[in-house]
């Protein structure tokens, strides 16, 4: 099922090398079949060896790019990445209360995957207080998780115990990756009225370049066209897994996943 007249919205930092961020979101919302928007929070310049600099756009123009998006096409799901420090998450949340927007997926963006820092250490409290509550669906790694609730992650039993923390803090369901963690990959889809696990074979890929944000506009784009809560991870978690499976070597370093894969066959 797609319809490309059916609107999504990412609200993230951009990657110049193209394989995470929003360029990774539009792809993906391309690829699944809605039409994808971007807000631009921040300019890194990144390859596949890693991300070199960090630059923040204004609060001022962050605002306007939601509000213009949502005053003439108002979309049926939006995801939040990359929001790196403070006052940009306040003026983030300040400016979706007005609108209320439906279907909100977090995915708390903190570190990238060659180390660098993408969040500043005062934003955390931030994101935790003011925009975590306002998710319909939050999609920590265990990194992540680890960070914000405090709790060592080593098992499968760890990561339900911070999903269940994570929870407490106002999203309506949390999904908590398991791919940081030895053995098959294990994800956790946890809410009020829902408990469920998506085990998966371990790919042994080297190019996992953008597998969050991808995996995170995937589910995005289900819940845009209508799917609940569980189907949408479920499609999703099998569509990032092919993706994976049919990742390329490009650059020098840790090349993306293949979000056209469908077409490229």
Excluded: W
Excluded at 86 to 108: A, G, Q
Excluded at 215 to 243: C, F, M, N, P, Q
């Amino acid at each position: 099922m797609s319809n490309y007249k059916i609107p999504t919205l990412t609200i993230a930092g951009s990657d110049s090398s193209g394989g995470a961020g929003v360029q990774a979101d539009l792809k993906t919302f391309s690829a699944i079949g809605t039409y994808g928007m971007s807000v631009i929070t921040a300019i890194t310049a990144q390859n596949t060896q890693g991300v070199f600099m960090v630059e923040n756009l204004s609060k001022e123009i962050i605002r306007k790019q939601i509000e213009v998006v949502f005053d003439d096409i108002e979309p049926l799901a939006v995801k939040i990445g990359m929001v790196s420090s403070p006052e940009i998450i306040l003026e983030i949340v300040d400016t979706l209360k007005k609108y209320n927007p439906k279907n909100l997926v977090i995915d708390p963006v903190m570190i990238s995957k060659s180390g660098y820092s993408l969040l500043q250490p005062e934003a955390k409290a931030n994101l935790v207080k003011y925009l975590i509550p306002m998710a319909y669906i939050i999609t920590p790694n265990t990194l992540e998780a680890e960070e914000i609730t405090g709790i060592k992650i080593n098992t499968i039993d760890d990561m339900r115990e911070a999903g269940l923390e994570l929870l407490k803090l106002g999203p309506k369901y949390v999904l908590m990756k398991g791919g940081h963690l030895e053995g098959d990959a294990v994800d956790l889809l946890i809410g009020q009225d829902v408990f469920k696990v998506y085990k998966q074979e371990r790919l042994d890929r080297k190019n996992t370049h953008g597998t969050g944000c991808t995996l995170s506009s995937a589910i995005t784009s289900h819940l845009a066209l209508g799917y609940d809560i569980e189907r949408a991870v479920e499609l999703s978690k099998e569509y990032i897994t092919e993706a994976i499976r049919n990742s390329f070597d490009i650059g020098k370093g840790v090349g993306p996943v293949h979000h056209f894969y469908r077409i490229d066959k």
